[in-house]
């Protein structure tokens, strides 16, 4: 078939999409539609929706060696490539006629057609970050052609291939696994530790009293506490569980199920097939988010949040809290798996005593200036020289927040506004504009603010200037200031191949290797754009955050004898930086 004719069929296969979203909606996950991203059998190192860093895994991640063949997995049409020096790297999205779109992560490099395809878009618009959506039907794909090679481009930290599976509509991303794919997992998960939780009257969980940490021991047909098989608890109380699924390669990777049974009901049960970008950072709701800042490990807890929205809950009961004030023993019965149907028990007996019969309140902030942030409505929080804007739903639950403010070092312009702590989560970006002093106007443009650290040191947060205040979209708490940005980055050559004539002049031997490579750095607001030029002429540099290093590989641009080369980088505050050689050809 012509590719005039795929691109037809491509586009009517995307007016069925639009018009009819219900039937796709309605689709069971097909079996036999998808084949494999790669052409051999894997274990996975990463589970779909595990839990990483301030967000849900959206995908897995299939080990496989430094270009290794990535094949498309259906019919489809190239929808969207992107290419930058962190997240996903070079990433390419198809999307196929029967409503799901995959993609390919942390990419070495595209096949040649493609690769050739982009190359000439990064000369036009002559950058090298690009982010592009090519016509519907524009670049037609067959199910099995070799669309990439595997690498570890972007924020990876190894050779692997990130795969996701999305629903077009909304780019719902889906557990791969649910679609048959070929890999190999033949043990069940284990678990490590479980904790419990004081509940207040309103189903929050409490600091204080501190959790109870209970070690789990492997027993003939599954597990059990260490210190015996009853435990005395709070009179309400949320379960806190520390597991890993085990596929027999050496991977520790998250669980796909978690389900627990109350006297033998089932009271709270979770899944992991699909979430929303919306929800992209639930995982701080579904877990211990202070326990995980200051150590590092994941507990998952049952309570379900005042404002969730993530909706894979079959089951939660209470919103996940247990009440035992009754006094009389219950039974609690844990369940993990993987999506393999892999299950391991744990089974215990709770009962809560009189010292535990308690009506928790919440945690003494007496004396503190308090302001009620309801999760589920915008509100604004203002007082002189801040403003903070919290969106519906940026907030797990309702919140009484917390703001202080002090004076800080003479080299800020404003003083430092602590909001609420480091231990709260949020689901999404507040805005913080802050109003600065002693700022004149050629510095306007240079303003920025910082996050203050505990010993007084700053972390830039992306801001600028604007209508008297500087303001910054965050995701995280914290001590907010004002400060410039006036020093330009750093730019420091990392190729032997630069040397120096007898006037002192710069020069590069093409013979002696084919390549520059540059270190490029900034004190605090970084690298906001990069270019590099061959006789006044733009050409394409690569640059990766790993090491911040900038690469110019030799090529057609350069004429013979002397070129002249120069690098401009500039930080995202506009400060400049050159650099000026001669490359000898």
């Not at 691109?7 to 219900?22: A, D, H, M």
């Not at 016509?135 to 067959?142: D, W």
Request: charged fraction near 20%; glycine fraction near 8%; proline fraction near 5%.
């Amino acid at each position: 078939m012509s590719r005039y004719l795929l691109r037809i069929k491509s586009y009517f296969c995307f007016l069925f999409l639009v018009l009819f979203p219900i039937l796709i909606e309605a689709q069971p996950y097909p079996q036999n539609y998808f084949r494999s991203p790669l052409d051999f059998s894997y274990h996975i190192s990463g589970t779909f929706a595990e839990f990483r860093n301030d967000h849900l895994h959206s995908g897995i991640d299939i080990p496989a060696n430094m270009r290794s063949k990535v094949y498309a997995v259906a019919d489809g049409w190239v929808s969207r490539i992107r290419i930058q020096p962190n997240g996903y790297g070079r990433v390419i999205y198809i999307a196929h006629p029967n409503g799901y779109l995959s993609v390919y992560a942390h990419l070495d490099h595209f096949n040649p057609e493609l690769e050739a395809y982009l190359v000439k878009k990064q000369y036009i618009e002559e950058t090298y970050e690009i982010d592009f959506y090519p016509e519907i039907g524009e670049l037609p794909i067959k199910k099995g052609e070799v669309i990439a090679l595997s690498g570890s481009s972007g924020a990876s930290t190894g050779p692997h291939l990130h795969f996701e599976m999305r629903k077009m509509a909304g780019e719902k991303p889906t557990n791969p696994l649910l679609f048959g794919l070929p890999v190999i997992d033949p043990l069940k998960p284990i678990f490590k530790t479980i904790r419990i939780y004081t509940a207040n009257d309103e189903g929050h969980l409490l600091e204080i009293p501190a959790a109870l940490n209970i070690p789990v021991v492997k027993s003939p047909g599954g597990y059990k506490l260490k210190s015996g098989n009853s435990i005395n608890v709070p009179a309400k109380f949320i379960i806190g569980v520390q597991a890993q699924d085990l596929d027999g390669s050496g991977n520790r990777n998250g669980l796909y199920g978690l389900q627990v049974l109350f006297d033998g009901n089932k009271w709270y049960e979770n899944n992991m097939d699909n979430f929303s970008f919306t929800n992209f950072r639930a995982v701080n709701s579904l877990t211990d988010y202070s326990l995980y800042l200051k150590t590092h490990k994941f507990f998952q807890i049952t309570r379900v949040s005042d404002c969730d929205g993530i909706g894979i809950f079959s089951d939660a009961r209470n919103k996940g809290v247990f009440d035992v004030s009754d006094q009389k023993p219950h039974s609690i019965t844990i369940n993990i798996r993987d999506y393999l149907d892999n299950v391991s028990t744990l089974e215990f007996i709770v009962k809560a005593n009189n010292s535990t019969i308690i009506h928790a309140q919440k945690n003494n902030l007496a004396g503190t200036n308090l302001i009620t942030v309801p999760c589920n409505t915008n509100q604004t929080v203002e007082k002189p020289s801040i403003r903070i804007y919290f969106p519906e739903g940026v907030l797990f639950d309702s919140l009484d927040f917390k703001m202080t403010q002090s004076t800080g070092p003479a080299s800020l312009y404003s003083d430092v506004f602590s909001l609420q702590d480091g231990f709260t989560p949020l689901n999404d970006n507040i805005l913080v504009s802050i109003t600065p002093r002693n700022l004149s106007k050629d510095l306007l443009q240079k303003a920025c603010i910082v996050k203050v650290g505990a010993k007084g040191s700053y972390s830039y947060v992306n801001s600028g200037y604007d209508n008297g205040r500087v303001s910054c979209l965050t995701r995280k708490f914290g001590s907010f200031a004002v400060a410039i940005d006036n020093t330009p980055p750093t730019i420091s050559a990392v190729s032997s191949t630069v040397k120096k004539t007898r006037k002192g002049k710069k020069t590069v031997s093409i013979t002696q290797r084919n390549v520059l490579k540059f270190r490029i750095g900034d004190n605090m607001s970084g690298i906001g754009n990069y270019c590099g030029y061959i006789n006044d002429k733009w050409v394409l540099m690569e640059f990766s955050q790993k090491g911040n290093l900038l690469t110019y590989t030799f090529d057609e641009h350069l004429k013979p004898g002397i070129n002249k080369f120069v690098l401009v980088v500039t930080d995202k505050k506009g400060n400049e930086a050159r650099y000026t050689t001669d490359i000898n050809h």
